[in-house]
């Protein structure tokens, strides 16, 4: 709809060269002058905080223009544009209207500007500078252009130094931002002989994610467009013999060429290869003139797509979009973007493939993630989201902050985690390969999986997955020993269920009602808008029925629990000593809680640890307690100790019934605690290292937390290198029932016996404790570790996964080449602009069939 709203405004619109007209910029907007006047393109613009829109202040009734500052905000171009737009607000306004889930809108103009809704007010860089251009932005590049194989040729010559080298590396570096995952590149630098930039990439091709961008400062290709970008200060020959041989007739390698510095005594030959080999010439004296004219490029490649008017969707890789609203990392969501080209429909210009700009949307992997919600998966079950490159759109695993002192930021490359990285037991890249490829299956795996750190389950997992129609992406679902197949309901009355319900907690990180879309709801928690919902006083409120019906049923069948309770404190033998609180939760997410002491006197004062809070990329999860407890068979007690809780002073133990609900109980241990939160192998090292050697415990070394160690480099400063950190893990063997032993320590022997107790995770140990063996056997501990990467060994391995790249999906859609582009003759190109194509003429065989477009102030047409 906003594509076509874009062409038809555009197609009804006439150009004014000496138009004037007024427009909300979104860096004006509610700022005055000395006078107290509004300043030119400003205005009153109203804005209010909106908790749907990261709690940002906007105006969910108008848009805004954003202009990037080294583009002239009246220049006729954008006036132009801008005006043509207007149309555009009317459908974002109607959009979110239709459907409240909707995040941000926009439409990116070829001209430079950005028009965005709902309006924000722009806050500039430190120097007062806006850079965001979305012309650069991934989602505009992928859905103006195909996928593409770029070899960027620089000159290094002894010529090209100084301002000249400087320029040629950032228009290097300006290249490679506008290649995303589903591109393919290779830089190589000439002067008396050819070198690649990256030797690891000697004769291929590299996929272009980030990794291999910033290693160029395989394989096969895209195998749709082909070009070559040649960066140089003067061509002393054509080179015509060369492309006879290679590339004629056909010229399927189209040549683009780049001319640095302000010199032109060997313009003519520069301009010649691009002009033959279908390119495009420009002439690039200063740094400001980079980003405009590499930027032109893509508007030749985008030119068959638009003449055929081939509308096709892309969505874009996970990303954080730390630019667009200069936020705090903290409050950064993760998201994709969904976009589509715009093209010109009128008749002057359909052959020529104008392409006006590409509109798109946002769409927060929360709202992706919420279709599968982890309450209908199981306790341990869980969605995940990946892309045709095999990459991480979204999993529980996906870890893309690190802490920076108290901050949090995005990791370098955090949105190309490989599929394999997080689901390592997939040694065959099975699962990685079928979903990949688009396939639909299940295949069963043994995991280990982390329920906390340090604490290890074994778990059989089902795997499901299908490829997502007209996306890139692959979706997965897995279930855990049958969790998530079979849910417990019943036929209750809405009147039964709410009065129970009323006498519960909703403690668990669920969404049973979508709060955030209508500001009348926003500050009703969700108990509140369940009742309202259920009662009618809030017919309009969006629930998940499913979720709420199960809900009530928990909460009418373990109503009597507090009346259980209560009947246990009045007792005449009373509650044991030291018992603290019972408390039990479901999997809706209810939770029902007794506390049989005041708060002054409980050793266990959270109740929730931090893990256990709503977080983006944990979303609907189970609390550590009730993932711990479920995996226990029926009737059996696991007892533990909260890790969080460093004082030690309280043991959780918990009860599974097969109803899936989790029964726990919190005691206090008196003056002995302390010990209570020490692992064994601190207390005593011998005795653990005998177990370990008699296979009674197993130890394991987790890699479960990615981090950034920042190191030092003389040519780069302060670096961020890759490295993990191992929460080693012991695992007790259950077969081993009872066992003893003795350790020889010196002089004395040291005697142990230990014996499983029935029905729980507890083991019985009877340990000689007059024989000291401390000297001998160091304490066995849990503490973490960081795994920290030899530089030379880490190139080596990057070089070698760069060089191996896994299998991917090719897009389905390819627009390399259209009949039209290649046999017109250049003429008058956009009116707007009052600028004329020229074309190459060689000299022996007239005017060539060269490609044509429009660019910058210092560009050729061809």
């Known amino acids: 709809i906003m594509a ?51 709690n940002l202040p906007v105006n969910t009734q108008q848009s805004v223009i954003q202009v990037p500052t080294n583009v002239y905000n009246k220049d006729p171009d954008i006036l132009n544009g801008v005006y043509m737009s207007e149309a555009l607000n009317e459908v974002f306004v109607s959009n979110f209207d239709k459907d409240p889930t909707l995040t941000w809108q926009y439409f990116g103009s070829s001209t430079g500007f950005f028009r965005l809704y709902p309006g924000i007010q722009w806050t500039p860089d430190e120097n007062g500078v806006v850079t965001f251009d979305a012309r650069n932005r991934n989602w505009y590049i992928q859905a103006a252009t195909s996928p593409k194989d770029i070899i960027i040729v620089v000159d290094t010559s002894g010529s090209m130094k100084g ?61 749709c467009n082909q070009a070559i970008m040649l960066i140089t200060d003067g061509a002393m020959e054509d080179f ?92 950064l969501l993760l998201m994709t973007s969904v976009a589509m080209p715009v093209f010109s429909k009128k008749e002057e210009t359909l052959s020529h493939g104008i392409l006006l700009g590409v509109v798109g949307t946002d769409v927060p992997l929360k709202e992706l993630m919420r279709l599968a919600p982890r309450y209908k998966l199981g306790v341990h079950g869980y969605a995940f989201l990946n892309t045709n490159n095999g990459y991480i759109l979204s999993h529980p695993d996906l870890r893309p902050l690190y802490k920076e002192g108290k901050k949090l930021k995005p990791k370098p490359n955090y949105n190309s985690v490989d599929l394999s990285e997080v689901e390592w037991e997939d040694t065959e890249d099975t699962l990685r390969t079928a979903m990949v490829k688009g396939e639909t299956g299940t295949l069963s795996l043994d995991v280990r999986a982390t329920v906390d750190k340090g604490v290890l389950v074994f778990l059989k997992n089902e795997y499901f997955y299908t490829t997502i129609n007209e996306t890139p992406f692959s979706l997965g679902l897995v279930l855990t020993r049958g969790h998530g197949k079979f849910i417990f309901t019943g036929n209750i009355s809405v009147e039964e269920g709410v009065s129970s319900l009323l006498s519960a907690v909703l403690i668990f990180s669920r969404t049973y009602c979508e709060t955030d879309i209508d500001p009348h ?63 039990m939760g479901s999997r809706s997410g209810l939770m029902r809680m007794f506390r049989y002491v005041g708060a002054e006197k409980r050793a266990a004062k959270k109740f929730l640890s931090a893990s256990d809070k709503d977080n983006l990329f ?96 003389k040519s780069k400063g302060d670096i961020l290198q890759p490295c993990d950190t191992e929460y080693p893990s ?40 007059d024989c000291d063996c401390s000297r001998q056997y160091s304490p066995i501990t849990m503490e973490p570790r960081e795994v920290k990467y030899i ?17 991917r999906r090719r897009p389905e859609s390819c627009h390399a080449y259209h009949p039209q582009v290649n046999t017109r003759l250049p003429q008058l190109l956009r009116k707007k602009r009052k600028k004329v194509a020229h074309c190459c003429r060689n000299k022996t065989s007239g005017l060539q069939n060269g490609d044509f477009t429009g660019g910058g102030k210092n560009s050729q047409y061809f």
């Open 163 to 223: 301002l000249r080298l400087t320029i040629a590396k950032h228009t290097i570096n300006t290249i490679l931002d506008t290649l995303g995952e589903n591109d393919f590149v290779n830089v190589i630098a000439y002067s008396d002989y050819v070198q690649y930039v990256e030797p690891c990439f000697k004769g291929t091709l590299v996929q272009a994610d980030l990794d291999n961008r910033e290693a160029v400062t395989t394989g096969k290709g895209s195998l």
């Open 240 to 331: 015509q013999q060369v492309f006879e041989e290679f590339n004629w007739p056909e010229r399927r390698v189209r040549v683009f060429t780049y001319l640095i510095g302000r010199e032109l005594t060997f313009a003519d030959n520069v301009k010649w290869i691009a002009c033959n080999n279908k390119g495009y010439y420009t002439h690039i004296s200063t740094l400001a003139d980079v980003q405009e004219n590499v930027m032109e490029y893509l508007h030749v490649l985008s030119r068959p797509m638009v003449i055929n008017h081939d509308h096709d969707i892309i969505w874009t890789e996970a990303y954080m979009d730390s630019v667009l609203f200069n936020t705090q990392a903290q409050s």
């Open 791 to 807: 530089l030379s060994t880490l190139k080596y391995l990057s070089c070698d996964r760069m060089k191996s790249q896994k299998i």
């Open 618 to 713: 944990t979303l609907d999860h189970f609390p550590v307690w009730y993932r711990r407890a479920a995996e226990n068979r029926p009737g059996r007690f696991l007892y533990y100790v909260p890790k969080e809780d460093m004082r030690g002073k309280h043991l959780t133990y918990t009860h599974t019934s097969q109803h899936l609900a989790a029964y726990i109980n919190a005691y206090k241990q008196g003056k002995h605690s302390a010990k209570l939160i020490k692992f064994f192998g601190e207390v005593d090292g011998s005795v653990m290292s005998q177990l370990l050697r008699m296979g009674m415990f197993k130890r394991y070394g987790n890699l479960v937390c990615q981090c950034n160690m920042l190191t030092s480099s």
């Open 730 to 769: 012991f695992v007790y063997e259950p077969s081993i029932k009872e066992t003893n032993s003795v350790i020889k320590c010196g002089r004395c022997q040291k005697v142990f016996v230990i014996q499983q107790i029935p029905d729980s995770n507890l083991l019985l140990m009877v340990v000689q404790a």
């Open 521 to 583: 709801h926003r500050k009703l928690t969700q108990l509140q808008a369940v009742v309202r919902y259920l009662t009618g006083k809030e017919p309009d409120l969006q629930c998940d029925e499913v979720l709420l019906r199960q809900t009530l049923f928990d909460a009418v069948v373990t109503a009597p629990m507090e009346a259980y309770w209560t009947a246990i404190l009045l007792n005449e033998s009373g509650i044991d000593d030291g018992v603290e609180t019972a408390f």
């Open 4 to 54: 076509e709203a874009a062409e038809d405004a555009d197609f009804y619109h006439e150009y004014n060269a000496t138009l004037e007209f007024d427009y909300y910029n979104s860096m004006m907007i509610n700022t005055v002058d000395e006078d107290g006047n509004n300043v030119e393109l400003g205005g009153e613009f109203a804005l209010e905080e909106n908790e749907h829109f990261n």
